[in-house]
T-cell receptor, first 114, second 110 residues
Framework: ETGVTQSPTHLIKTRGQQVTLRCSSQ?????VSWYQQALGQGPQFIFQ???????GRGNFPPRFSGLQFPNYSSELNVNALELDDSALYLCASSTRQATNEKLFFGSGTQLSVL | GQNIDQPTEMTATEGAIVQINCTYQ??????LFWYQQHAGEAPTFLSY????GLEEKGRFSSFLSRSKGYSYLLLKELQMKDSASYLCAVNLDSWGKFQFGAGTQVVVTP
């Protein structure tokens, strides 16, 4: 296990609703990245948070937003849910103490949008 | 745009060797990583290459040629527990922004 925890593990929402996913990073890690993994695909980078600020964003619309808290935990918020938002959402933490640092992933939140 | 290609599925028998190829064309490159993902679980780190050549870690080895935009992951002495998806990923900016391939599902048969 990596020490990265995500909640909830599964979630069912309807189109148009809003959702908040949570992530606690591994102890000592100050950087959190969020990824979306559709069925049969690789993870797609959503954004990264470092020192409570967004530090890099992938090709996702503004209705995907996030926060990082002083204890380095993080939230991913998705507004106006669409059917295509159904996916596994992965949180990954790292320390930024070295370049090319590997990511430590949580087990993810499986979101289903009906 | 970013493009990472790897085969969709590979099948091999227990004890055999399998090589998973990965080709990439990305706007940035700061290392090529390989992750293993069992169904319903988180990806876990296997290996990475920054410079050209071969990196060996036990039963797993990874190779990189930056001039060819090519990498492979070699799995030796296959075990049933190696049945999983193997993700090729390029570190685009050194700080955790990765571009992943779609993954190669490896099926190990008895």
């Amino acid at each position: 296990e990596t020490g990265v925890t995500q909640s909830p593990t599964h979630l069912i929402k309807t189109r148009g609703q809003q959702v908040t996913l949570r992530c606690s990073s591994q102890s000592g890690h100050n950087t959190v990245s969020w990824y979306q993994q559709a069925l049969g695909q690789g993870p797609q980078f959503i954004f990264q948070y470092y020192r409570e600020e967004e530090n890099g964003r992938g090709n996702f619309p503004p209705r995907f937003s996030g926060l990082q808290f002083p204890n380095y935990s993080s939230e991913l918020n998705v507004n106006a849910l669409e059917l295509d938002d159904s996916a596994l959402y992965l949180c990954a933490s790292s320390t930024r103490q070295a370049t090319n640092e590997k990511l430590f992933f949580g087990s993810g939140t499986q979101l289903s949008v009906l | 745009g970013q493009n990472i290609d790897q085969p969709t599925e590979m099948t091999a028998t227990e004890g055999a060797i399998v090589q998973i190829n990965c080709t990439y064309q990305t706007s940035g490159f700061n290392g090529l990583f390989w992750y293993q993902q069992h169904a319903g679980e988180a990806p876990t780190f296997l290996s990475y290459n920054v410079l050209d050549g071969l990196e060996e870690k036990g039963r797993f080895s990874s190779f990189l040629s930056r001039s060819k935009g090519y990498s492979y992951l070699l799995l030796k002495e296959l075990q049933m527990k190696d049945s999983a998806s193997y993700l090729c990923a390029v570190n685009l900016d050194s700080w955790g922004k990765f571009q992943f391939g779609a993954g190669t599902q490896v099926v190990v048969t008895p």
